[in-house]
């Protein structure tokens, strides 16, 4: 099995020791993304839409760069510091994906890395 890390300046640097997404045959496993503008390293907003659509961006950004797409997601997995945004999140999410439904899961953490509200991960097909 070939493994290969993919990496875009579309989306924000990894802040740890991992790749935005690996591709293995033809999975691609997206990384947690956080609410950071890729060009400044700040987040989008103080909001939990405005992290959560930035999130999404830098995720979409993440799929482009590895031969996918939105259409492609097989799974989702969300961290919500606060479940009482759920509602707030299903709104931003469903602008995103539009007709197609993944599997998803989404959970309350306690706390998530520079303070962010919410952080999102996903595996999807690779057409390349």
């Known amino acids: 099995m070939r493994i290969t890390s993919v990496l875009t300046d579309k989306a924000p640097a990894a802040i740890g020791p991992y790749s935005q ?8 496993f997206v990384s ?4 950071l503008v890729p060009e400044t390293g700040e987040m989008a907003g103080h909001d939990l839409a405005s992290q959560a659509a ?3 961006k830098n995720i979409s950004s993440i799929l482009l760069a ?20 759920f509602s707030i999140f299903n709104g931003i999410y469903q602008d995103f ?3 197609h439904r993944p599997a998803r899961a989404v959970v309350e953490v306690s706390a998530l890395p520079k ?14």
Do not use: P, R, W
């Open 97 to 99: 994906f539009s007709d």
């Open 115 to 128: 303070g962010a509200l919410v952080e999102i991960k996903c595996t999807a097909l690779s057409s390349g």
């Open 54 to 56: 930035q999130c999404l």
């Open 66 to 85: 590895s031969g996918s797409s939105f259409d492609n997601v097989l799974a989702v997995d969300v961290f919500l510091t606060d479940m009482g945004n």
């Open 21 to 28: 997404a690996v591709i293995a045959n033809s999975l691609v």
């Open 32 to 35: 947690g993304q956080l609410g």
